[in-house]
């Protein structure tokens, strides 16, 4: 019974997030665009996010 009621609710996130999919702004470079992917950022934020991450990554190694 609750898992059906959590279920149901995330369906219906799924479908504002549908809804929301058209125009997006980018939180790094602002560019409007109609796919965001994690943190809100386009392609090439997120790419570059990573890169970071990367760095980050490897420093903290040695
Ligand atoms: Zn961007």
């Known amino acids: 019974m609750q898992l059906?009621?959590?279920?149901?609710?995330?369906e219906q996130d799924a479908e504002v997030n549908r809804a929301h999919d058209?125009?997006?702004?980018?939180?790094?470079?602002?560019?409007?665009?109609?796919?965001?992917?994690?943190?809100?950022?386009?392609?090439?934020?997120?790419n570059q996010t990573f890169r970071r991450l990367i760095k980050v990554i490897d420093s903290v190694r040695k």
């Open 22 to 46: 058209r125009k997006l702004s980018c939180k790094g470079c602002g560019r409007t665009t109609t796919h965001l992917f994690q943190y809100d950022l386009c392609r090439d934020c997120l």
């Open 4 to 10: 059906s009621t959590v279920t149901d609710l995330n």
